[in-house]
């Protein structure tokens, strides 16, 4: 399988007042509601009163379903940006991680953080609702510190099926970083006691011995793919050929605890340095031809913008290479003169070496990325 990856657009920024007043912000999280999508952002800068403001979220939505020549987003309070979801106490910030629907009310996981640059400090996790989908969002009763394990394994995505919310996240593990998996059911959301961890002997009610989905994980996005009829985690890498965090890889797997299949490059932004493609996430519900392109965001972090990008997933040839007797590749493959055509038919031909496909593939990859500003 190949990926042709292409930039739709700079959300927001780009040095101009854009929606919102918006002059740079990270992370965006997709969400369908009604009939619309509603787009979670991070940390959030704004021209305000002939100054900039920092906010610590904002929420946009469109009902623009077509991504393939951009989003016009609309923010909550026209025309400005505004935190769904601010800090109250020592609360420096309030990172929305997880965010879903459930019935007519959105429910997100947060992130709450002492302040501190470029230390920051942790505090723990909760739990918030949007009723009727009304900003902002109010807390709920559930919270826990960061010595939980709920904190410890992380919290990043949350994909909802068959009555559970799986939560997805990632921890850092030695020198990478691994994704992990914990559900509770929609019906006990605010009972600690009901969630469950994913472990190497199955689901548990202690994480330990941990069970690691995949490595070399940013926060994973999961959904379920119908083009390639399993579940698809798109994700930026933690180190890549193009640096930290600048590339974005995905992953398919028959179940939602795995096996994940090999990672395979479908963004990478070669000589921008750090963070050029963190924070990735996807949304099927932009996607076109049964799943065959589907769209994502990133953040550049020199930018301090998100970025649109559009894939295409095409099902590869097998290229092939000719070879004889005194070629690396025959002598691996065939391994005895017996099993060798080369006597009967003189040099014959063998597939490329899976990972030799590989870095074609980045290659190809790398180079069909291209800027499209609106």
Not at 35 to 60: H, I, K
Not at 319 to 333: E, K, L
């Amino acid at each position: 399988m190949l990926a042709f990856t292409r930039q739709v657009e700079r959300c927001t920024g780009d040095g101009a007042i854009s929606p919102g007043h918006v002059i740079g912000q990270d992370s965006a999280i997709a969400v369908a509601y009604g009939n619309e999508v509603r787009v979670f952002f991070g940390d959030t800068s704004v021209y305000c009163e002939g100054r900039q403001v920092w906010l610590p979220n904002s929420m946009a939505t469109t009902t623009d379903l077509d991504a393939s020549d951009g989003l016009d987003l609309d923010y909550y309070l026209p025309g400005l940006a505004t935190p769904v979801l601010e800090p109250i106490g020592q609360e420096g910030t309030v990172w929305l991680m997880a965010v879903f629907v459930h019935g007519t009310d959105i429910w997100a996981y947060y992130l709450s953080v002492l302040p501190g640059w470029p230390e920051v400090p942790p505090l723990g996790a909760g739990l918030a609702v949007m009723r009727e989908g009304k900003p902002p969002f109010v807390r709920t009763g559930f919270y826990v510190f960061a010595d939980d394990p709920i904190y410890q394994t992380g919290i990043a995505h949350a994909f909802v099926e068959d009555g559970w919310v799986h939560l997805f996240g990632r921890i850092k593990q030695g020198y990478t970083s691994v994704a992990t998996l914990k559900r509770v059911p929609l019906d006990a959301l605010e009972r600690r006691d009901a969630y469950e961890f994913w472990t190497t002997s199955g689901w548990a009610d202690s994480p330990e011995p941990l069970g690691v989905l995949f490595t070399e994980a940013g926060s994973p996005s999961v959904h379920w793919s119908d083009h390639h009829q399993q579940y698809m985690a798109v994700y930026s890498v933690l180190f890549s050929p193009y640096g930290f965090l600048s590339a974005v890889a995905f992953r398919t797997a028959p179940a939602l605890t795995g096996p994940w299949s090999d990672p395979t490059l479908i963004n990478g932004a070669p000589g921008t340095g750090w963070g050029s493609n963190y924070a990735a996430s996807w949304n099927p519900v932009f996607s076109r031809e049964n799943g065959r392109v589907v769209y994502f965001t990133s953040t550049d972090w020199s930018a301090y913008n998100v970025f649109l990008y559009e894939t295409s997933f095409e099902f590869a040839r097998v290229d092939m290479r000719t070879v004889g007797p005194d070629d690396v590749a025959c002598q691996r493959a065939c391994r005895t003169a017996s099993a060798c055509p080369s006597p009967r038919v003189g040099r014959h031909r063998l597939p490329l070496r899976r990972e030799e496909r590989t870095i074609a593939a980045v290659r190809l990859v790398g180079t069909s990325v291209f800027p499209c500003r609106r």
